[in-house]
């Protein structure tokens, strides 16, 4: 069983930043991602990379959101700048049980492993 945790949640104010990371006990270059879950909406992907690197973003994201990994670590972090309101949402690091190629974001039932999520809230 894989195990995720990530840290690096709280609370920050309209532009700030943020860096989450994720420290895994799966294999260092499989597939992997971050979603979010705002308060009464479905999870949505955010960024994804696959086993070559490759990134992924959904448009809200584009230009101030990075997603990287440290295969010596084991850690998926995800830099967060410009920070908006609506980026307020709970926080998952997701792997899969593979290895993938190709920078597109994937669904969230491609994913097997999950973390517990972290918090984060923008206020304006």
């Known amino acids: 069983q894989v195990q995720l945790v990530e840290s690096g949640g709280g609370s920050v104010q309209s532009g700030g930043s943020l860096r989450l990371s994720c420290v895994s006990s799966?294999?260092?270059?499989?597939?992997m991602g971050w979603f979010r879950q705002a308060p009464g909406k479905e999870r949505e992907g955010v960024a994804a990379?696959?086993?070559?690197?490759?990134?992924a973003y959904t448009d809200s994201v584009k230009g101030r959101f990075t997603i990287s990994r440290d295969t010596a670590k084991n850690t998926l972090d995800l830099q967060m700048n410009s920070l908006k309101p609506e980026d307020t949402a709970i926080y998952y690091c997701?792997?899969?049980?593979?290895?993938?190629?190709?920078?597109?974001?994937?669904?969230?039932?491609?994913?097997?492993?999950w973390g517990q999520g972290t918090h984060v809230t923008v206020s304006s």
């Open positions: 997701a792997a899969a049980q593979f290895r993938c190629v190709g920078s597109r974001l994937r669904d969230y039932y491609e994913y097997k492993y």
């Open positions: 799966g294999s260092p270059d499989n597939c």
């Open positions: 990379i696959d086993s070559y690197d490759s990134t």
